[in-house]
């Protein structure tokens, strides 16, 4: 048996370390001003209407005239590529920075929108439309303030999501838009996406998402002992070596790991996107700050090498570690 002081080995095996994650108001009266008391009406006329002149309501205020069918069709058409280029633009989003600012661009537009169309009186043929049009418009850009939040706080960490989130009121502003444009070939169907239902998916325990040459002797044991689950990811050099699904309360090891120095990066979430490489919702991103080495070692009569075994949750006694990392700085 070969002894050193730290680590020790043991038969063939080094078990080396084991990681861990760590004014007041006034009042007054009103007094009248000079002149003599005049009363006005209609001769005979109890409860008479008075009459009203061009351009004035009954109540003496002016009306404004409804928007001729080009003129609405004009007003619309002024904003319509702006809103669809957001929303197709939100859901084109990679990464959560740029998520996060497709979001707010979208809520401005949308919001905007709302209130310039909200002053205009449309042809009277569409008025009803027009104002679930307007109403659908708010919801969806009030709903998306509420999202950038939950972006921000990666409650929300893909545009898929973000969608799936929006929901009903993403589908009630294309049904609104569809109606608008119906009724007289109103230029309003600005939603260009698909808003997909929320989903739970995950990958079988152990499941490799990217593997390169495992022909070493050491292994690496992963132990995710956390509510959510997990990718590990392990990068030598610039080079990612392997990407591993680790399901909650279960544990994995990789075998045949190559000597090296490694640095190990996970992300915890939930709903993993398979296409995009990400998970979906609650999601987050640390390293290790301690680099792992492993090295094979041949004596005359022995091979010994380095087995490491690391925890994504927290645990007594443990000696290394882990820092957040930037979402968008994660080898994925």
């Not at 002149?35 to 009306?63: K, L, N, W």
């Not at 850009?141 to 990666?154: C, F, I, M, P, Y």
Request: charged share 25%; glycine share 10%; proline share 4%.
């Amino acid at each position: 048996m070969w002894q050193v002081a730290t680590p020790r080995l043991i038969s063939s095996v080094l078990v080396l370390a084991t990681l861990t994650t760590l004014g007041a108001c006034s009042s007054g009266g009103l007094s009248p001003t000079g002149g003599e008391p005049r009363v006005t009406g209609v001769a005979g006329g109890d409860g008479a209407v008075p009459q009203t002149g061009p351009g004035e309501s009954s109540s003496g205020g002016p009306t404004t005239a409804a928007l001729t069918p080009e003129a609405y069709k004009s007003e619309l058409e002024s904003r319509k590529k702006a809103m669809t280029d957001a929303i197709t633009a939100l859901a084109g989003a990679r990464g959560l920075k740029a998520l996060d600012q497709r979001v707010g661009r979208a809520e401005e537009e949308l919001a905007g929108a709302a209130d310039a169309l909200s002053a205009l009186t449309p042809p009277e043929a569409v008025r009803a439309q027009h104002e679930t049009y307007v109403t659908s418009l708010r919801d969806v850009a009030t709903e998306l303030g509420a999202t950038s939040g939950k972006v921000g706080a990666h409650d929300l960490c893909t545009s898929s999501a973000v969608l799936a989130d929006l929901g009903d009121k993403l589908d009630a502003l294309d049904e609104a838009g569809k109606a608008l444009q119906s009724a007289g070939d109103y230029p309003a169907d600005v939603v260009s996406v698909k808003a997909g239902k929320r989903q739970s998916r995950r990958l079988s325990n152990g499941s490799f998402i990217r593997r390169s040459t495992l022909n070493g002797r050491s292994s690496l044991e992963i132990d995710n002992g956390g509510t959510l689950d997990a990718v590990v990811t392990v990068v030598k050099g610039k080079s990612k070596v392997f990407s591993v699904y680790v399901r909650k309360k279960a544990k994995f090891k990789v075998k045949g790991v190559r000597d090296g120095s490694y640095k190990i990066y996970f992300t915890h979430g939930a709903d993993w996107d398979g296409k995009n490489k990400a998970f979906t919702r609650n999601c987050s991103f640390e390293r290790f700050e301690k680099t792992v080495k492993f090295k094979t070692t041949f004596t005359a009569t022995q091979i010994l090498w380095h087995d490491w075994r690391i925890t994504l949750h927290s645990i007594s006694g443990g000696n290394v570690r882990t820092s957040e990392v930037d979402p968008d700085d994660f080898p994925g």
